[in-house]
């Protein structure tokens, strides 16, 4: 536990100051084929201050945490900043400030499990799956679980404390046809720590199952046809789009630096179906999987609408982005770790629902696909993607035909979202998302199923 009330040090502020003390704690075990690989406990957390002069920033971090470091850290970082403005002498304006006041701890009350008996859960979720999927060639099962744990003062006036966890398990499954291996992965869990995720292990045996079906489907099916086609793309699909392809686009320091988006705001960029939000932390007064109250600079975080009903409206920001654009402050200032500054960083970004059903979505194609996976994928400051696709299904007459290999999807994302014709009335979260923008990040993403006119890769 780190400490929660930074108050005392504001004596050492002299000019905008902000003073974070964060530890992150990970567990990550790996099984492959019964034998343990890899079983890992570590905690990295230290301190660190950043300063702001007229559009300098000082920045200073140490890893103790006693009180003669804390002022030296501020007092560093005060030095490098006042040190750069007299060189630049950029004279910018002073930060916006939309302070709050924020103590959020997701500990787990219930009795907290050691990684032997991680290891015990984990052991009985291989036997089950060796036990029963005959065909497989190898199996791996991964558990991975992150506290984040944070303390926050600012100078001008913020307070936050929050200790955010995300427990994720991971399972890949192997077969082999035809000389041909074919892999596919599943992951489980998502925001809270092991014991809120995980009971019994005898409750994720139905969606191995599952996994395990649509693995032998894929490895007798068939090879999509390349070119554009009528799809559905599921909430994975949907999701990784709208972080990758439109929310990187998006962010104030990539406008900035050229991106497309640049030259889009207030215009219609999207089929008017499509309203793009990054979350804060609740979506239909539930939380988002990696929900944020205060962003690292001590802004108030609120819901950022991105696109509303297919026109460009915001970018996320940060405090100095926010004064470039002359925008209102988005909260989307984001460090991984105490060492790292905030950058502008995306929270739960997706898609709202429609109103239209999926199964009426997958009617309606006379001839396409419903991809429902992503393995992983790329876009640029263009919003050009290419994505790959590791589960999906022939669309015929209307209805689900067979089971389609690993292929890709590629396109002009804004482009793109102006074919969307349909979007479903559900919302569902993707639960392991990551963001390697200069630092890995958790983030969430999801959304309904949308359909669209897309390019495959074929075989």
């Not at 929900?291 to 460009?312: C, Q």
Request: charged fraction near 25%; proline fraction near 3%; charge should be negative.
């Amino acid at each position: 536990m780190i400490m929660k009330d930074l108050k005392k040090y504001s004596k050492y502020f002299t000019e905008y100051t902000e003073l974070r003390v964060q530890e992150n704690r990970n567990i990550r075990i790996t099984m492959v084929n019964g034998d343990i690989m890899s079983n890992s406990r570590t905690a990295i957390g230290g301190v660190s201050a950043r300063v702001y002069k007229e559009g300098a920033w000082g920045f200073a971090s140490n890893p103790e945490l006693d009180e003669k470091t804390i002022k030296q850290v501020i007092e560093s970082a005060t030095k490098n900043a006042l040190f750069i403005d007299s060189r630049e002498r950029l004279n910018k304006p002073e930060l916006p400030n939309k302070k709050g006041n924020s103590q959020n701890d997701f500990t787990t009350t219930k009795p907290k499990k050691s990684q032997k008996e991680l290891i015990e859960f984990m052991k009985k979720i291989d036997e089950y799956i060796k036990g029963n999927f005959e065909k497989l060639t190898s199996r791996t099962i991964v558990i991975s679980c992150l506290d984040m744990e944070k303390s926050l003062l600012t100078s001008d006036g913020s307070i936050s404390y929050s200790m955010i966890p995300r427990t994720i398990g991971y399972v890949m499954m192997t077969v082999q046809k035809d000389k041909q291996p074919y892999e596919l992965y599943d992951v489980y869990g998502g925001f809270g720590q092991f014991e809120d995720n995980f009971e019994n292990p005898e409750d994720l045996f139905p969606k191995l199952d599952e996994h395990y079906e649509h693995l032998i489907k894929k490895s007798e099916g068939i090879y999509a046809e390349a070119g554009v086609h009528n799809c559905i793309l599921d909430a994975d699909l949907a999701g990784i789009l709208a972080h990758e392809a439109i929310g990187h686009t998006t962010e104030a320091d990539i406008v900035k630096g050229g991106s497309v988006a640049g030259d889009f705001l207030n215009q219609k960029v999207s089929s008017e179906l499509v309203t793009l939000v990054d979350f804060a932390n609740h979506f239909a007064g539930k939380l988002c999987p990696v929900p944020l109250f205060i962003d690292d600079e001590g802004t108030l975080a609120e819901d950022a609408v991105i696109i509303e009903d297919g026109v460009l409206k915001k970018y996320m920001n940060t405090k100095e982005y926010a004064n470039h654009f002359k925008m209102e402050l988005t909260g989307n200032a984001r460090a991984y770790a105490f060492s790292d500054e905030p950058l502008v960083r995306m929270r739960n970004t997706a898609i709202l629902p429609g109103k239209s059903k999926l199964a009426d979505m997958i009617a309606s194609i006379e001839s396409g696909y419903y991809l429902m996976q992503s393995s992983n994928g790329q876009a640029d400051s263009t919003s050009e993607f290419m994505f790959g696709v590791v589960k999906g299904y022939e669309i015929k007459n209307g209805k689900l035909g067979r089971a389609i290999k690993d292929t890709t999807i590629s396109g002009i994302a804004f482009d793109m979202l102006k074919t969307v014709t349909m979007v479903s009335d559900d919302m569902v979260w993707s639960c392991g998302g990551f963001c390697g923008k200069k630092q890995m990040i958790p983030v969430g993403m999801g959304g309904p199923a949308i359909k669209c006119k897309v390019n495959i890769g074929g075989k």
